[in-house]
T-cell receptor, first 115, second 114 residues
Framework: AQSVSQHNHHVILSEAASLELGCNYS??????LFWYVQYPGQHLQLLLK??????LVKGIKGFEAEFIKSKFSFNLRKPSVQWSDTAEYFC?????????????FGGGTRLMVKP | KAGVTQTPRYLIKTRGQQVTLSCSPI?????VSWYQQTPGQGLQFLFE???????NKGNFPGRFSGRQFSNSRSEMNVSTLELGDSALYLC?????????????FGPGTRLLVL
């Protein structure tokens, strides 16, 4: 069965530190990849997505992610975090191999940024 | 334009009862998906509806069901509630199935089963 792994469940950083959150998925073929963010008390919202083309994608609020097909990874990065980045981050993947596949989410990573 | 709305926002039920949750998609969105979010399991896909038909279903027991109406509004029902059904239930709408870049999530309904 397809699965998505986020190895860091909780991350604590100080402001201005660099961030990298890992995301690995288990299945091959063509995939669409997403990172979602859920700020405290707010809706889940799309941070960035990769469908095809340049494997380095840029999203909102200075976030970026790199798709490395050989490693089945789509890690999220930000050079300098802010206190307002405190949130839960979810990686999600959908395989385009079969029609009717569902969006599969990782378990999430809770990021706390200390002011 | 208004976002995805879910009612009720909070619900407390006891084991064995049933519950119905409602989702109104963004105007013009015709696909509605439901997810269960728990601290241990993250977000898990429940089902997706389009044109009043269930297109896809996740790995949940038959106690979980849903439907979609002609105006694209959707409801999900959980019968014979169990303690483990306590979760945040999220609804997401998109223009059409597979249009993930247009998918927006609602605030969720937090269900507590006692």
């Amino acid at each position: 069965a397809q699965s998505v792994s986020q190895h860091n469940h909780h991350v604590i950083l100080s402001e201005a530190a660099s961030l990298e959150l890992g995301c690995n998925y288990s299945y091959g073929g063509t995939v669409n990849l997403f990172w979602y963010v859920q700020y405290p008390g707010q809706h889940l919202q799309l941070l960035l997505k990769y469908f095809s083309g340049d494997p380095l994608v840029k999203g909102i609020k200075g976030f970026e992610a790199e798709f490395i097909k050989s490693k089945f990874s789509f890690n999220l990065r930000k050079p300098s975090v802010q206190w307002s980045d405190t949130a839960e981050y979810f990686c999600a993947v959908i395989s385009l191999l079969n029609a009717g596949n569902m969006l599969t989410f990782g378990g999430g990573t809770r990021l706390m940024v200390k002011p | 334009k208004a976002g995805v709305t879910q009612t009720p926002r909070y619900l407390i039920k006891t084991r064995g009862q049933q519950v119905t949750l409602s989702c109104s998609p963004i105007s013009g969105h015709r696909s509605v998906s439901w997810y269960q979010q728990t601290p241990g399991q993250g977000l898990q896909f429940l089902f997706e509806y389009f044109s009043e038909t269930q297109r896809n279903k996740g790995n949940f027991p038959g106690r979980f069901s849903g439907r979609q109406f002609s105006n694209s509004r959707s409801e999900m029902n959980v019968s014979t509630l169990e303690l483990g059904d306590s979760a945040l239930y999220l609804c997401a709408s998109s223009l059409e199935p597979g249009a993930w870049e247009t998918q927006y999530f609602g605030p969720g309904t937090r269900l507590l089963v006692l």
